[in-house]
Nanobody, 118 residues
Framework: QVQLVESGGGLVQAGGSLRLSCVGSGHSFSSTGMGWFRQATGKEREFVAS????????RYADSVKGRFTISRDNAKKSVYLQMNSLKPDDTAVYYC???????????YGQGTQVIVSP
C-alpha cells in the first residue's frame, strides 16, 4: 500500500509561483506512476500532470502546459509540481496520486489547498 502526503499549498497572487511536494511511503512507491490532480469548488476532479517511474514520459493538461512542471525523486519517494504564472482559475485542492501508470491511479493523498488571488 502507498500513502501520500502533500504539502506546499497556500495563497498566492496571480502571476506568482508555488511548489507542491508529495512524499510517499510504501514499498511500491518507486515502481509507480505518479500524478497530480485538482478539484475546484463545485467542479469535478481533473488531471493536471503525470510522470512515470523513469521520468521520461510526462503529460500535462492543456490548461497548465508551459506553466507547470512535474518532477520526481525516487530516492526521496517524492514527486513535485512547480507551478508558475499562476492564475485565479488554478485555485483548487491539489491531490497527489500513485498507480501503475497513467491513467490508472490507486492511491490519492489528502490534498493541499491552492488559492490564487486576482
Amino acid at each position: 500500500q502507498v500513502q501520500l502526503v502533500e504539502s506546499g499549498g497556500g495563497l498566492v497572487q496571480a502571476g506568482g509561483s508555488l511548489r507542491l511536494s508529495c512524499v510517499g511511503s510504501g514499498h511500491s512507491f518507486s515502481s509507480t506512476g505518479m500524478g497530480w490532480f485538482r478539484q475546484a469548488t463545485g467542479k469535478e476532479r481533473e488531471f493536471v500532470a503525470s510522470i512515470n517511474y523513469d521520468a521520461d514520459i510526462i503529460r500535462y493538461a492543456d490548461s497548465v502546459k508551459g506553466r507547470f512542471t512535474i518532477s520526481r525523486d525516487n530516492a526521496k519517494k517524492s514527486v513535485y509540481l512547480q507551478m508558475n504564472s499562476l492564475k485565479p482559475d488554478d485555485t483548487a485542492v491539489y491531490y497527489c496520486a500513485a498507480g501503475p501508470g497513467h491513467p490508472y491511479y490507486n492511491y490519492y493523498g489528502q490534498g493541499t489547498q491552492v488559492i490564487v488571488s486576482p
